[in-house]
């Protein structure tokens, strides 16, 4: 089992950054594909950001390219997400999630989660 405990969320204005982290505790002998996913209200979970257990491959979705940005401290066993430009449609919970084999866009291939951590941005 693996544990994943998010962290860094907070209210900030439009414009502002935040970084996400992640650590993982429990059985992290294996390395894991870690994925950021985000829920808004009365919204689905989407697919934010994933990165391969390397750190050598990373996947945005369309909306945050360019604005945030995914890496990982093997050594440490976390991922962070460093969030720049932010919008008031950012606003949301954020988990994270790792998985043996999937690295990609589908929550449901993913095995462990994280609690969430809430990414409030005013306008």
């Known amino acids: 089992q693996v544990q994943l405990v998010e962290s860094g969320g907070g209210l900030v204005q439009a414009g502002a950054s935040l970084r996400l982290s992640c650590a993982a505790g429990?059985?992290?002998?294996?390395?894991?594909?870690m994925g950021w996913f985000r829920q808004g209200p009365v919204k689905e979970r989407e697919f934010v950001a994933s990165?391969?257990?390397?750190?050598?491959?990373?996947y945005y979705t369309d909306s945050v390219k360019g604005r945030f940005t995914i890496s990982r401290d093997n050594a440490k066993n976390t991922v962070y997400l460093q969030m720049n430009s932010l919008k008031p449609e950012d606003t949301a919970v954020y988990y994270c999630?790792?998985?043996?084999?999937?690295?990609?866009?589908?929550?449901?291939?993913?095995?462990?989660w994280g609690q969430g951590t809430q990414v409030t941005v005013s306008s």
């Open positions: 990165i391969t257990k390397s750190g050598s491959n990373t």
């Open positions: 999630a790792a998985d043996l084999f999937y690295f990609y866009t589908d929550p449901v291939e993913y095995d462990y």
């Open positions: 429990g059985r992290t002998d294996s390395s894991y594909n």
